[in-house]
């Protein structure tokens, strides 16, 4: 808890703490007094190495196969955009997925003539790795998992699902938007060709930041695109040579220089709290946070699978979305509203319109679980 406010929406944006926005708002001063140039000169070392670094340490990748962006949504779309697809081949999704992403892919599959299929769940609600066990070909040239979907809780298995393609030649990609910062992550054991998130949720950083972990063989298959004069210049009237390999080449050269520091004091004051074994939502916050809106008379909770994040979405029978979010603001507590057809395979295809979505973090006490409770039971 931050001051009187309790904050349940870092499934929204997390709280940045005073190092990120310090750091951000010294960019802004210097920048004003000294130039945006000469700033981003004066920052150097974090800008082009440390910042890769840190969020190397936090995804256990190699800093050269990462690469900064101004949302998840950039980072995943600059790589799937350019996967060789073809008509005989299938991507495979998840009901899970995020809605702009199924946008994305009903996008190259109008391009590509390939076929998408959506894994199925069990009556639990978890995914179904038996199925894609028995139906796994050679046809199968992607599969992309989000990890913590949007609209629900779920912690989909993305390191057994990671085992289960290594023998086929599918890509693998895990959109961790939801999971960075939430839970232990190593791109190493996950088994991805590709992982995407956000530095605003539980990494708690800037908004407008986002990043791609890519292994250099995926990057060697993406079709060519557009090579930005950070990573290439015009080396006759006629030629470009680009000289660099790493996942730098999908960025482009322009970018706040305030979001990428804020981002790089975000990384730190996460793995700060790593280090102190306090970086991530507790258990027993997340096991009271059920309890406590399994409690609430109405209350119908659209928690699938069996394991859990700090996501917590439900209905109310007789209150909309926007009530509840609205009384609980007016209780000094930040829930969200969430829309169906954001995780439309699966909310939508359930009749769920709207939802309330509530995200506890590191900084969420059992206190204010207790007090989320008075404020849900108080409202009418
Ligand atoms: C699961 C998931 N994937 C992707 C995104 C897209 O992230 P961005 O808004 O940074 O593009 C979101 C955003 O909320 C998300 O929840």
Not at 46 to 73: C, E, K, N
Request: net charge negative.
């Amino acid at each position: 808890m931050t001051g009187q406010l309790i904050h349940l929406n870092t499934a929204g944006a997390g709280l940045m703490p005073a190092a990120v926005s310090t750091a951000m708002a010294d960019c802004l001063a210097r920048e004003a007094a000294t130039g945006g140039y000469e700033t981003e000169l004066h920052h150097d070392e974090v800008l082009q190495h440390d910042v890769y670094r840190r969020l190397g340490r936090v995804l256990g990748a190699d800093a050269d196969d990462l690469a900064l962006f101004d949302s998840a949504t950039r980072a995943w779309w600059r790589v799937v955009s350019r996967l060789d697809l073809g008509p005989d081949d299938l991507i495979w999704v998840t009901p899970y997925e995020y809605a702009g992403s199924l946008i994305g892919y009903f996008n190259l599959r109008d391009r590509t003539g390939c076929t998408i299929e959506t894994i199925p769940l069990r009556p639990d609600g978890n995914l179904d790795l038996d199925w894609m066990a028995a139906h796994l070909s050679d046809r199968v040239a992607l599969v992309s998992v989000t990890h913590v979907p949007s609209g629900c809780g779920i912690v989909n298995p993305v390191a057994e699902i990671g085992r289960l393609l290594a023998p086929y030649r599918a890509r693998y990609a895990v959109d961790a938007c939801q999971a960075v910062g939430q839970l232990p992550l190593d791109v190493a054991e996950i088994g991805c060709d590709l992982l995407t998130g956000a530095g605003r949720k539980f990494l708690c950083g800037p908004r407008g930041s986002g990043f791609a972990y890519t292994t250099p063989e995926l990057r060697a298959a993406l079709l060519p695109d557009f090579t930005d004069l950070h990573v290439a210049r015009v080396s006759s009237p006629t030629a470009v040579t680009v000289h660099e390999r790493s996942a730098r080449t999908l960025e482009l050269g322009e970018r706040s220089t305030a979001v990428v520091l804020g981002l790089h004091a975000a990384l730190g004051h996460h793995l700060e709290l790593a280090e102190e074994g306090r970086a991530f939502p507790r258990k027993d916050v997340v096991e009271a946070l059920h309890a406590c809106v399994a409690g609430l008379p109405g209350a119908e909770l659209l928690a699938p699978g069996t394991q859990q994040s700090g996501i917590l979405s439900f209905r109310h029978a007789s209150l909309s979305a926007e009530q509840v979010r609205d009384g609980l603001a007016a209780r000094g507590i930040n829930g969200w509203k969430i829309s169906g057809d954001h995780t439309p395979l699966y909310l939508s295809a359930r009749g769920v319109d709207t939802a309330v979505r509530l995200s506890v973090h590191h900084y969420t006490s059992l206190e204010d679980v207790e007090a989320l409770g008075r404020a849900l039971h108080g409202l009418r």
